[in-house]
C-alpha cells in the first residue's frame, strides 16, 4: 500500500515535471522568429511531452489516442491564435509556396504572407483565406495567356499550385467577381481590341472579393493578373483551369486620351452614337471618331462612352477655343481636328461630334 502510495506520489510528480517542460517548450516554440525548423521541433516536442505526462497518470490506449487528438487540436488552435495575435509564422503549415522574394504559409483558417523572406516581422497575416494576392508581384515574371494557355494542360503539374502572372484579354466578364481568358487570334479590325477567341479552353479568373478596378475592363481588353493555379475540369474535349487569390497588376490609364477622326465627304448628321439620361449624342461630317489611350487600348467613340471609359464632358471641357452662339447658349469647342457643339439644354439635349470646320448653324438644336 505504501509502495502504491509513493509510486503515485512518484508518478505526480513527474507528471508536473512532464507539464512543466511541456509549457516551457510551448512558450519557446511561440515565440522564435526564425529557425522555422528548429521552431517546429520544440513545438512538436511539447506535444510529445504533454502526451507523455498525462500517460503517466496509466491512462489507456485508447484514452491516450483520443486525448492525443484533442491536445493536437488544441495545439493547432494556439499556433492559430498566436499566428493572428502577434502576427507570427503559422507552424502548421500545411503547405509553402514560395516565388522569388515572396513566401506564402498556408495554416488551417489562417494564410500569412511574407513578402520579403529576409523580412520577419512585417508580415500579413489572413484569416479565413478572403485577401487575393497581396505582396509586389515584380518578381514574377509575366506569361502571355496565348503560351500559357497553349502549354498548360501539357504542363498542368508544374503550374498547379503556384502563382503565376498572366497578361492577356478579357474573353469574359462577370461583373467585379470574375474574369475569363480564352486563345486568341488578331484580325484585321484593332479597335476596341477585337480578337477571335477560341472555346477549347478557359482561364477562369476568380477573385477573393468584389474588384472595383475591373470597372474600368471589358471585353477585349487587355489585362494582367496574378494567382494561384488550383484545379481543372475537362468536359468533352474542353478544359477549365481556374485561378484563385487573384489581384489585378495592371493599370488601365483613362485619365489621359486622344481623339482621332476620319473626315465624311457627306457632311450630314449621323444617327444616334450614344445616349444617357442627359445627352443624346451625334456626329457630323465624319466616318470615324477613335478614342486612344494608347496603342493597345483604342476604341471607337460609342465604345469608350457606353463602358463609361470616357464621358461625354471629357470630350469638350478642356478645350480652350470656344463659340458661343449669340440668340441662346449653344457653344461649340474647337480643338485641332474636332469640334464639340453641346445645344443649349433649354432648346434639347443634343451633343454633335464633329469636323474641326463645324459651324454652329450646320446644326439644328430644336429638331
Request: with cysteine.
Amino acid at each position: 500500500m505504501r509502495k502504491t502510495k509513493k509510486q503515485n506520489a512518484k508518478n505526480k510528480k513527474i507528471t508536473k515535471i512532464l507539464i512543466t517542460i511541456s509549457v516551457v517548450l510551448l512558450l519557446i516554440s511561440l515565440f522564435i522568429t526564425k529557425a522555422m525548423a528548429i521552431r517546429t521541433i520544440i513545438y512538436l516536442s511539447s506535444l510529445v511531452t504533454m502526451l507523455i505526462a498525462i500517460k503517466y497518470k496509466n491512462k489507456k490506449l485508447l484514452e491516450t489516442i483520443g486525448i492525443f487528438l484533442v491536445l493536437f487540436i488544441i495545439y493547432v488552435v494556439i499556433d492559430g491564435i498566436t499566428v493572428v495575435t502577434f502576427k507570427k509564422i503559422p507552424i502548421f503549415s500545411y503547405n509553402i509556396i514560395t516565388t522569388e522574394k515572396t513566401r506564402v504559409y498556408h495554416a488551417i483558417g489562417v494564410r500569412v504572407w511574407q513578402c520579403d523572406k529576409e523580412d520577419y516581422k512585417n508580415i500579413i497575416v489572413d484569416p479565413f483565406y478572403n485577401k487575393g494576392y497581396i505582396c509586389s508581384v515584380d518578381d514574377i515574371d509575366p506569361i502571355q495567356s496565348n503560351s500559357f494557355l497553349n502549354s498548360v494542360i501539357e504542363n498542368y503539374d508544374e503550374y498547379k499550385n503556384t502563382y503565376v502572372k498572366i497578361v492577356g484579354k478579357i474573353s469574359k466578364k462577370n461583373g467585379q467577381n470574375s474574369i475569363e481568358m480564352q486563345p486568341y487570334t488578331t484580325t484585321d479590325i484593332t479597335v476596341n481590341g477585337y480578337v477571335t477567341f477560341a472555346d477549347n479552353i478557359t482561364l477562369r479568373i476568380l477573385f477573393n472579393q468584389s474588384e472595383p478596378l475591373l470597372d474600368d475592363y471589358d471585353v477585349y481588353d487587355e489585362i494582367t493578373v496574378v494567382g494561384i493555379i488550383k484545379n481543372m475540369d475537362e468536359n468533352k474535349g474542353k478544359y477549365i483551369i481556374y485561378m484563385y487569390d487573384t489581384k489585378i497588376s495592371s493599370k488601365l490609364n483613362l485619365n489621359t486620351f486622344k481623339v482621332s477622326t476620319v473626315n465624311s465627304n457627306n457632311c450630314k448628321m449621323s444617327d444616334v452614337i450614344y445616349t444617357s439620361d442627359k445627352n443624346v449624342v451625334y456626329s457630323y461630317c465624319l466616318d470615324d471618331i477613335v478614342v486612344s489611350f494608347d496603342e493597345e487600348n483604342q476604341y471607337e467613340l460609342a465604345t469608350a462612352l457606353s463602358s463609361n471609359k470616357v464621358t461625354v464632358n471629357d470630350l469638350y471641357l478642356n478645350s480652350n477655343n470656344k463659340e458661343e452662339n449669340e440668340e441662346n447658349e449653344t457653344i461649340i469647342y474647337r480643338f485641332d481636328n474636332y469640334s464639340v457643339l453641346v445645344c443649349d439644354y433649354t432648346l434639347s439635349n443634343k451633343i454633335v461630334i464633329g469636323n474641326e470646320k463645324m459651324k454652329l448653324e450646320d446644326v439644328n438644336c430644336e429638331e
